[in-house]
């Protein structure tokens, strides 16, 4: 499976192309919108997000509500797009965004050339894309969600364990936590930082509850899930770092304190922990898939940060556009998205079919092949 994004910030639209989903599977756009809903939302959100109201228009690969097998198109208009010829010059780069290095790279003149593409508004056709990759999941019994673990330097990690219970808690929060007791401060900081023309990064982690024994392999680099999780949240704007399970931890442990040990009852094999994040040696394990995501700050920020003119080389203050404080809380549901998207690649990898009847009952001979060992 594999899927391409088209679009730009103040194009008219953004198109999301998505492959290899089989036939059969019951689809429409009622299952991609909700996360668009939720992609918007998020306390410290700017000015563009009382614009839009995302919508997925289904375009392609669907006929009398399912899937046929062939590329799903799907659209997002953008309320507020203007021709780009419209739009003014921009001369100063923003320190942290693509700016400076895509102007160079493409030798262009104009910074929007650079930043109409490399802005986060991509996302939108990412998440609507994954919601497809989700509902396909969902047939399986894999559900997945993202959490907002930490704002600003202030973290909030969630005591709760299963995605039932984040899940009930994280979407009534204005900040995607499943953690209150940090909320207060961090809206503070968040307004803090409004005044003062700053923004904040942090940090959010997706759970993957359902995902069976046997994703990847361990046999080449590239085929490895944990590494293609990393690859996929590590290309959402403004990701910095990821981790796997409690990979930052696990390196500070011993052995005997990392490892998670293995149990076996009448419904199989268990782990007592699962430090590992639900891999090993690239290999889903059949615990809960963890993947933890680090974004800084966003670039465009209202206080002036030194750039130089691309014209006439004289020092200036950075290029300021419309943006976010903070855009932590929507980044969660992006990496559902990402996460979504790779799981369901490797899925189909393993029980691949052309239909959803033959994914199915691949999948059941393996799960009761697995019961007998």
């Known amino acids: 499976m594999k899927f391409t994004t088209a679009g730009e910030s103040h194009g008219r639209c953004l198109l999301g192309i998505l492959e290899g989903i089989p036939a059969g599977l019951p689809l429409s756009e009622s299952d991609i919108n909700p996360d668009l809903k939720r992609r918007m ?19 392609t690969g669907i006929f009398r509500g399912k899937t046929i097998g062939a590329p799903i198109s799907v659209m997002i208009e953008n309320k507020d797009w203007q021709l780009k010829k419209d739009l003014p010059v921009i001369n100063y780069p923003r320190p942290g965004h693509a700016d400076l290095a895509g102007l160079l790279k493409y030798d262009e003149t104009d910074i929007r050339a650079i930043s109409e593409r490399a802005s986060a508004r991509e996302t939108a056709a990412r998440v609507a894309v994954g919601a497809i990759a989700k509902r396909f999941l969902a047939e399986f019994g894999i559900d997945i969600l993202g959490v ?29 936590m499943a953690n209150g007791e940090k909320e207060n401060e961090i809206i503070e900081l968040i307004d803090r930082c409004k005044e003062e023309g700053d923004s904040l990064g942090g940090a959010f982690t997706v759970i993957a509850e359902g995902v069976p024994c046997g994703l990847g392999s361990h046999s080449q680099w590239d085929e490895r899930l944990d590494a293609e999780l990393a690859r996929a949240i590590i290309s959402i704007q403004a990701m910095k770092a990821v981790e796997i399970g409690e990979g930052m931890a696990n390196a500070r442990r011993k052995g005997s304190e990392a490892h998670d040990q293995i149990g076996y009852h009448k419904e199989g094999f268990f782990r007592h922990s699962n430090h590992a994040g639900g891999t090993e040696g690239g290999i889903s394990n059949g615990e809960p898939i963890v993947v933890t995501a680090y974004m800084k700050p966003i670039s465009s920020i209202h206080k002036p940060m030194a750039s130089i003119d691309m014209k006439t080389k004289e020092e200036g203050k950075s290029h300021y556009q419309r943006s976010d404080v903070t855009a932590v809380t929507p980044a969660r549901v992006v990496g559902e998205a990402m996460v979504a998207l790779v799981l369901a690649t490797f899925f189909l990898k393993k029980f691949g079919g052309d239909s959803m009847t033959e994914v199915k009952r691949n999948y059941q001979s393996y799960l009761e092949h697995v019961k007998t060992r």
């Not at 306390?43 to 375009?59: F, H, P, T, V, W």
């Not at 330097?153 to 995607?176: F, T």
């Open 148 to 176: 907002v673990t930490e704002i600003g330097g202030i973290a909030a990690s969630p005591k709760l364990l299963s995605i039932k219970d984040l899940r009930e808690v994280s979407e009534a929060s204005p900040l995607g």
């Open 41 to 59: 939302g998020g306390y410290g959100r700017g000015g563009r997000m009382k614009i839009e109201s995302d919508a997925a228009e289904i375009l």
